[in-house]
Structure formats: structure tokens, C-alpha cells
């Protein structure tokens, strides 16, 4: 059984996290970027993580921490695209004199345990979206760099994952269909181990949720969606009820398949 409770503090960011009894409570809450609340620089200010009973450790993301799965081992693993260092609708747009925030975006791993703050890839140009395989032998992360880096691809990679460390990435997805390319969003994974990428920013015809074989990372499947879609998730009793946060809305559709995890 695991326990415990862990909160990250990024200034009025707050992601609250609370593993009881197999993960039968998991809470996640994130709160707005408001930098225009804080007379701190925005370089002076430092994110860090704090666990009860444990001296707080100063985190090395960008404010803004942009997804978040949990592990069974009680670990935590998020990515930061640096967005919330860069642009205003996210938080603060700094002059760093070039694309990049402060430092390399990069995704994360939160130690139960130790309290422990780990850099574990940083190949995608910006890490968003992130999801394990149904074995936890896995992990796919959603590259969105194309918004800053011209010559970042609109792709998924995979990773194999043992214990805390990840190894042999590779550009899984390729988001191209019918000549168009959107970037992909948040993501989940299904019992038979494909993968839903939440996908927009080109119209109509492509924006929604466009489903992958494991495997080869083959298009098999596509929900269309009037708006862009940003996240997804499965829910309901049997976690087979589908629910897609889109630019304006939220909708949901029971599918044939169930989410492989709770989170």
C-alpha cells in the first residue's frame, strides 16, 4: 500500500497530490500562473517542492508545470514546456533573447520516498502531454515545440522505462494526416495499449482525437471535434466513457475500450 501526500508550490501554482489505499484518492489541482499578483521579478522567483515533514527543494522547471501521471511506485512524473516563462496567456512572457525559458524544458520524476526532483528527458523540444503503457514498460510523450521551434516535429515519442530511469527515445507518431499536421496536446492509453492524443490548431476535418496503434504507431482510429482539443481522459465506473476538454467545451462519448490507469 502507499501513502502520503506531496504538494508542489509554483508561487499561486499549486498541483495537490494525495495517493491513499491503491490509489483510491488522487487529487491533482492546478491554479492559474498569476505573476501579475507577485511584485517579484519574474527570474527571482523559485518554484520548489515541498513535502510534509521534509525541507523544501528547490524545483529546476519553467513555472509551468503542463502534465502530470503517477506511477504505482508513488512517484510523480510531469513535463514542463516552459510556456508559463514565456508567453502571457500562461504566465509571464520574459526576454530571455531567444525561445527558450530559463532552462531546457524537460520532463520530471517526483520521488515518494525521497522527495528526490529528477530530470529524465529532455529530447522532445517542448514536453506536454505524457502517458504510460498498461505494463508501466512504457511512457509517450507529446512534443509541442513546433509553437516556438521551427525545426521541431509534430510528434509523439516513446520511451522504455525500468525503475526511475528512461531510455531509447524515438519519435513513435507522426501527427501528418491527409497532408495537415496539428501538434499534439495531453494523451492517454487504453487497455490494449493504444494511445488517444488530444490534437488541433488546424480545422476542420483534423482537430479532435486521433488514436494510435502501439505497435507502429499507425493511425487507427479518429474522434472529430469542432474546436482543438487539449486533454483527455477516461472515466466513468468502467472507464470507458471518454471525456475531451476542447477550446470552449467538454464532451464525452462511451467507447468500446477502457483507460488502462486511473491517472
Not at 501526500?5 to 489541482?29: A, H, M
Not at 525541507?55 to 501521471?69: E, Q, R, T
Amino acid at each position: 500500500m502507499i501513502g502520503g501526500q506531496f504538494q508542489i508550490f509554483l508561487d499561486t501554482g499549486l498541483l495537490f497530490y494525495s495517493l491513499n489505499n491503491f490509489f483510491k484518492r488522487i487529487v491533482i489541482l492546478v491554479l492559474p500562473f498569476l505573476y501579475a499578483h507577485h511584485n517579484i521579478p519574474v527570474h527571482l522567483q523559485k518554484p520548489t517542492v515541498r513535502i510534509p515533514g521534509k525541507p523544501g527543494i528547490s524545483a529546476l522547471f519553467s513555472h509551468n508545470l503542463d502534465d502530470v501521471v503517477v506511477h504505482p511506485d508513488g512517484s510523480i512524473w510531469f513535463t514542463d514546456p516552459g510556456y508559463g516563462a514565456i508567453i502571457l496567456y500562461e504566465g509571464q512572457r520574459s526576454d530571455t533573447g531567444s525561445a527558450q525559458p530559463y532552462q531546457k524544458e524537460a520532463v520530471y520524476r517526483l520521488d515518494a520516498k525521497t522527495g528526490q526532483l529528477s530530470k529524465v528527458a529532455e529530447e522532445p523540444f517542448k514536453p506536454n502531454g505524457l502517458a504510460f503503457s498498461p505494463d508501466y514498460k512504457k511512457i509517450y510523450i507529446a512534443d509541442s515545440g513546433i509553437t516556438h521551434y521551427p525545426n521541431a516535429k509534430n510528434i509523439v515519442w516513446q520511451y522504455d522505462l525500468k525503475g526511475d530511469k528512461l531510455s531509447n527515445p524515438r519519435a513513435l507518431i507522426d501527427m501528418e494526416l491527409n497532408g495537415r499536421t496539428g501538434f499534439p496536446d495531453g494523451l492517454r492509453v487504453d487497455t490494449e495499449g493504444n494511445i488517444w492524443v488530444g490534437a488541433g490548431w488546424v480545422g476542420e476535418g483534423y482537430d479532435g482525437v486521433q488514436v494510435f496503434a502501439p505497435d507502429d504507431g499507425q493511425r487507427i482510429g479518429q474522434i472529430r471535434l469542432p474546436e482543438c482539443c487539449a486533454n483527455l481522459c477516461f472515466g466513468g465506473k468502467k472507464r470507458n466513457r471518454l471525456f475531451m476538454t476542447a477550446s470552449q467545451s467538454l464532451y464525452a462519448v462511451y467507447v468500446e475500450t477502457q483507460g488502462a490507469h486511473i491517472c
